[in-house]
């Protein structure tokens, strides 16, 4: 399925053509930790699109607008436009079918993501879940491709410089993971213990309503439990949107994480702290239909600065990736 448009996730492959966030995935997989199934349309099958559909010039053509005064919004609504009136070229389009037939193909339930290169062009992420055949992913994939034109995105890279027809959008596509059905968090390592977040759906609530695990990894590792409210939990609600509903009061009660579930997400800490060298923060999911669970996500984590004489200040959200 490799090619220069679309390319598996279970390999090395370069940031520059996927996207920082889907190589980190692809090199934790590589070290063992469970990430989703799926492939990365990429940096170069964007460029075909934008090539073949001949955006270019009607890109260029309403960024002048802009420039000669016309309202931004209007600018950024035009290009989005333009690239959902487009086809995607004959070639990639089988491509894309080709690798989610890998996948199961038609009636196989995938997320389709944008994977911004540059997260300082302040691309807000485009998500679609719980699709279910090749013309949604297809469509998906065209979606994320125009997100690189917000009204927001346009105007950092004019108030940065570069070139806008420079500017690239991978796309990811993975096998859905039924957090809604079953639990997500968070997990970080914090000097000689890990810390692990857990919430029962999408675990969007507040943390400090999540349960909370500290963990002294090793050959009989420490647990400590913290029982959190969990009143409510997030779930799936649409292709692309979610709902928070009451949690049960079984739910409330019981612990979401088993002692085995938090000794594997603190070795999974352990594991990406020594692959990247530094502090990195693991977004999971826990499958509610197999038990699995999966890495969903990887930041770098923003270390608090330190200072002399003044109170730390906060590291703005575009500087973290």
């Not at 346009?154 to 639990?183: F, K, N």
């Not at 919430?199 to 999540?210: H, M, R, S, T, V």
Request: charged share 25%.
């Amino acid at each position: 399925m490799n090619s220069q448009y679309v390319v598996r996730l279970d390999r090395d492959i370069d940031p520059q053509q996927v996207g920082l966030k889907t190589a980190r995935l692809a090199q934790l997989a590589k070290e063992g930790i469970p990430v989703p199934e799926g492939f990365a349309v990429t940096a170069s099958a964007y460029q075909e699109f934008v090539r073949e559909g001949r955006l270019g010039p009607a890109i260029s053509h309403e960024i002048r607008r802009y420039r000669a005064g016309r309202d931004l919004l209007v600018v950024a609504a035009a290009i989005r436009c333009a690239f959902l009136d487009t086809s995607l070229p004959p070639t990639l389009t089988a491509e894309i079918l080709a690798a989610y037939e890998q996948l199961g193909g038609d009636g196989t339930e995938v997320a389709v993501r944008s994977s911004p290169i540059d997260p300082q062009d302040e691309v807000a992420d485009e998500t679609f879940l719980h699709l279910r055949t090749g013309a949604d992913v297809l469509a998906a994939c065209r979606r994320c491709f125009a997100s690189l034109f917000s009204a927001v995105a346009i105007g950092t890279r004019e108030h940065r410089g570069p070139d806008q027809l420079a500017a690239v959008m991978p796309v990811t596509v993975q096998r859905m993971v039924c957090a809604d059905l079953g639990s997500s968090g968070t997990v970080r390592g914090e000097s000689t213990f890990v810390r692990v977040l857990a919430a029962w759906g999408l675990g969007e609530q507040a943390a400090d309503d999540a349960d909370q695990y500290s963990v002294h990894p090793g050959a009989r590792a420490m647990i400590v439990k913290h029982r959190g409210a969990k009143r409510t939990k997030t779930v799936y609600a649409g292709p692309r949107g979610t709902r928070p509903v009451p949690t049960t009061p079984q739910e409330r009660s019981s612990l979401v994480l088993t002692d085995d579930d938090i000794e594997e997400l603190a070795c999974w800490s352990v594991t990406a702290d020594r692959h990247f060298k530094r502090p990195m923060e693991l977004e999971w999911a826990k499958d509610g239909c197999s038990g699995e669970l999966y890495l969903i996500e990887v930041h770098r984590r923003v270390m608090p600065a330190v200072t002399i004489g003044g109170p730390a200040r906060p590291v703005p959200a575009r500087q973290r990736g």
